[in-house]
Structures are given as structure tokens and as C-alpha cells.
């Protein structure tokens, strides 16, 4: 699958784990200089804390478009380690 933002591939894999509907990419798939931490988190009763980051891309930042669980409960423990996206970014296979 790839995600594509503002025109730029920022995630590419075959390794992806679907969780409501959501495609989660291995962090070390993602491009390291279009990720920008984000102060943002919010909770999900049953994964836990997400975390966020922003995404700049050809010169355009789009805030909070990925988040990520960096402790994951033990009912989402598959997707520790991987980033999901939303906000105009496109994934497709």
C-alpha cells in the first residue's frame, strides 16, 4: 500500500495491519522528514493513547494528519510500532 500526501509518496509497504478500517504502515515505511511531532493525543477505550504527528510534504503542512499508539492496550498490540493516516491522505494498494 502506499500513502500519498500533496502530491509526495509518504508511506510505502506490504507489511500493513487494517484496524477499523484503517491502514496502519510500519513506522520505518514512512518517510522520516515528513514527520513533524504533534502535542495532540487522544484516547480510544480500547487501544489507548494515540499520539500525532503533522506531515509536511512540498511544502505544505497538514497538522495532526497521522497518529500512532505508542503503548498500545494488549487488544490493539498489533498495530505498536506502525502509523495510521487521515486528513486528505490518500492510501491505496
Not at 515505511?29 to 514527520?35: A, E, I, M, N, Q
Not at 497518529?67 to 491522505?89: H, N
Request: proline share 5%.
Amino acid at each position: 500500500m502506499k500513502a500519498t500526501w500533496n502530491g509526495q509518496v509518504i508511506a510505502e509497504s506490504d507489511d500493513i495491519v487494517t484496524v477499523e478500517g484503517n491502514a496502519y504502515f510500519p513506522l520505518s515505511s514512512v518517510r522520516p522528514d515528513v514527520l513533524r511531532e504533534s502535542g495532540t493525543h487522544s484516547t480510544c477505550p480500547w487501544k489507548g493513547t494515540a499520539s500525532y504527528y503533522s506531515i509536511e510534504a512540498g511544502g505544505q503542512t497538514n497538522k495532526d494528519a497521522a497518529w500512532y499508539y505508542p503503548e498500545p492496550k494488549q487488544a490493539a498490540a498489533e498495530i505498536k510500532g506502525r502509523v495510521a493516516f487521515w486528513k486528505g491522505v490518500s492510501v491505496v494498494s
